[in-house]
């Protein structure tokens, strides 16, 4: 018979450490949304002529860690990235900075 250690027991939680979630309140204004430039055909021809971008975060037991990425659509390869652990436009800047 295998023995289960504490760690490994099938009731255990499978993240430990971030605590309850809070309720969110936003303020200020509402942003608008951007024009679709690529009119969804998600292609390119050439390298470096059209970029996608996206931002998003990972949850980490010393916080949030913020990461934008810049993706080059005809390679389909990460030309630019960066990782903050605070969501300011300095994280989306240096990645558009790199790409270039």
Known sequence: MLRQ???CSPDAPSQVGYGKARP???AGV???IARD???RQ???SAPSTNWVTDFTYTRTREGR???AVVLDLFSRQIVGWSMHSQMTSELVINALLMAT
């Open 5 to 7: 250690t504490p760690h």
């Open 24 to 26: 969110r309140t936003y």
């Open 30 to 32: 509402v942003g608008s």
């Open 37 to 39: 430039q690529l009119n």
């Open 42 to 44: 998600f292609y390119a």
């Open 65 to 67: 860690l913020y990461s």
